[in-house]
């Protein structure tokens, strides 16, 4: 039943907590006997944790229940990650479970894409339409050719995917947004492929690159809590980067810089750490590998980072590759060299673009040159969760073969070389018909045809796939091409974990579980891949004994109990206190049985171990050297096997279209080097674009949320609408004013916004939100404000895939 936002409150008495925020007539839908058990029930009132499901920032959930009816939110008090605290989507997120355009059960395109023509069908003849099709496709000898495209799936999804797809026979599981990815640099300096975490909590000078931390950070709400506590810490804030963010305006200076420079005032305020003999020359001499001139075992001579830096970024140079005057690099470099500790953060300035990696090096570059690793105000790695181990294999003889098969997904050595999965090669592959075909894809989350830069392309290789299945709860502008959607749970009304969020800075299980039974006919995704595999039998079906995903989420829970470490999450219970007991062999919280952990679990909303496994120096730096590589030895080896790959050997010429491959313009030792890379600009575009994040949007999903829509732009009384900020002289130059329509034109399609002026941008720096311009996604997002993915160039950092966000300039003129 549909009812509008005020008749909800009516039926609940108009009571506090009943925060369905937004205009009284927006609609909600509640399934009949619920509004019949409001009406008449006795008001009994519980309150249950979970773990919010709008976004993978993974912050703990009180949700307020009258008769079973959830009418309430609020942030988990005792959960480490948020500790109460919620960011605008979270507090909206019973609009999403109430949302009037949900999925009511599986439903078949009968129509073109698009059209909006859709039936519904059960779930028998939707299970039975996709097993019949996987196993025709295993007796015809090619599971290779189904692929599943997932999101941000938790560890135990990933593993159940995982383990679905080993053995029905594909190498085709791939997560579009990937914090692998990210991972990269740090994997060429310091050997670990994970996002570090920065104890941001005890520095006293914290210099962030392009990191909005406090918006658009892995989880901003963890951020905010750290950075609640600056004053009484004394804690200095530094934030670099194009435009005036969130994080910029709570920071005590803001330092504008041209887009696409990070890299090289990272270098400019190294070269004042090494010539005034600021770093940590202890750490560096002992810890580091590439720093000094060295020669080897050949009798070779390599430059070092040290002399590279000092010949190629003094801060005049820098100063006119930036826009940072150099009085202010000098005043920076001899601050981080003087305050200890110093702790230096990289973000989304710095590593989306086409020289993300580099610049991503270079910054982190600066942690080794101050020390900054396994030190109170510094960088560190956290621990994985100990999940009970799942290593056994089901596979027959047609899995086997299957899997030997080139994933379609994975890029070419020389595209993308240290990449898993990009969406350009995967829709590329297709389209060309270079590799094999893709004949039944799964897409679970995410929204590629939305969200990528290539978003035409990846919407044109669904249409050759004959069988799409989409796992959505909400129709959008992918599951729009799907043949069939098996609409998976709200997340309040199914189990699921969300452990280890990238950069929090310590161990942690988040636990969801159902605050209500299902509203609709849908069937949670990890059941789905069950039963898909027990209709398919054979091995397949063998690989999963369990009755359900919430057995695969209590059997790995089993290894968190047994480990005897860490704690159920709690009020009183603090890193101190863990530490005593632990290092006494003592353990919080004294369980009869996995059963009372796992009641207890569930009932506190999660675990977490703040106390790290002691670090060796020798294995601080998994790296070949042993050490932190200013020089990295792994991007030396994967070049040298580029090269050596050459039908005619590695000779100079096919070493150089390897260089001209992966966009490095640098050469000789300074490649391997933490260096500055230009960005291939179109010249004759005047502008640069750069694209931001808000927290009531986070990756678009926001915008299906009236309230988010309406608190789109709060802070400048925008809403329901795109704009794009200038600074004052840019809109002078191309006469606009506040307010005004403008039209934003790159060399691959135009998008029409509001002018908001700011002194708040860097001169010839336009900046639009990320969010809205949505065809689907229902009422509340479809047809409102632009999206600049429609106009970016499809371009990428070549080491890391990653698309290259700030790669695309533009033309700006006043709309007629």
Known sequence: ?????????????????????????????????????????????????????????????????????????????????????????????????????????????????????????????????????LIELRNQGAPHQVAFLGHTEGTIMQRLIRRFMDA???????????????????????????????????????????????????????????????????????????????????????????PGTYGALALGLAYILIREELYDIDFVHQRTFGFEDRKDGSGARHVGFKNMVLGNYYPEKVEEITGVPSATILKLGRELGITRPALVMGGQGTLDNTNGTFAAMAVHSLNALLGNFERKGGVFFVDDPPFTKSDLKFQDSVARDGLRQPSIGRPDARTFPFTQFSIDTFAKRILSGTSYPISVLFISGGNPVFESPNSREVAEALKKIPLVVSLDGLLNETSEHAHLVLPDHHFMERWDEVSNVDSVGFTHVGIQHPMVSPMYDTKHCGDTIIELARRIGGSVGQAFAVASYENEVKEAMKGVYQSGRGAIVSEGVGTMWIEYLQQRGWQIGQYASFEEFWDRLVKQGGWWNPIRKKVRMDQMFPTPSGKFEFYSHKLEEKINFLAKGAENGASPQHRERIFNQLHISARGDNVFL???????????????????????????????????QEMFGHSIHRHWETWVEMHPETAATYHITEGAWVLVQSTVGTLRARAKISQGIMPNVIAIPFGLGHSSMGRYAKGHGANPYAIMKNMYDMLSGKPALQATKVMISRAM
């Open 1 to 133: 039943m549909e009812i509008t936002r005020r008749d909800f409150l009516k039926l609940f008495g108009g009571i506090s907590g009943a925060v369905l925020l937004g205009n009284m007539d927006e609609v909600i839908s509640l399934p009949d006997s619920w509004v019949e058990k409001a009406q008449h029930g006795p008001r009994i009132e519980t309150w249950h944790n979970t773990i919010c499901g709008l976004c993978p920032s993974g912050c703990g959930l009180r949700v307020r229940l009258l008769d079973g009816i959830p009418v309430g939110v609020k942030g988990n008090p005792v959960y480490p990650v948020n500790k109460g605290g919620l960011c605008p989507l979270g507090l909206n997120s019973l609009h999403s479970l109430y949302h009037p355009d949900r999925i009511k059960g599986p439903i078949k395109r009968t129509g073109a894409i698009a059209e909006d023509k859709w039936v519904s069908i059960s779930w028998d003849e939707a299970l039975k339409t996709v097993s019949d099709r």
């Open 168 to 258: 029905f026979g594909s190498p085709n599981y791939f997560q579009y947004a990937s914090s692998k990815n990210d991972a990269i640099p740090y994997a060429f300096l310091q050997g670990h492929s994970t996002i570090p975490a920065y104890d941001i909590l005890n520095a006293r000078l914290v210099v962030s690159f392009g990191s909005n931390f406090l918006e658009e950070g892995y989880s901003p709400v963890y951020y905010t809590k750290l950075y609640s506590h600056h004053d009484e810490q004394q804690t200095r804030y530094v934030q670099i980067e194009s435009r005036m963010s969130l994080t910029a305006v709570n920071a005590d200076q803001w330092i504008p810089i041209r």
């Open 674 to 708: 933490p260096h500055h890379e230009p960005v291939p600009y179109d010249v004759d575009m005047p502008v640069h674009l750069t694209t931001f994040r808000v927290l009531s949007m986070r990756d678009g999903q926001g915008a299906s949320l009236p309230m988010m």
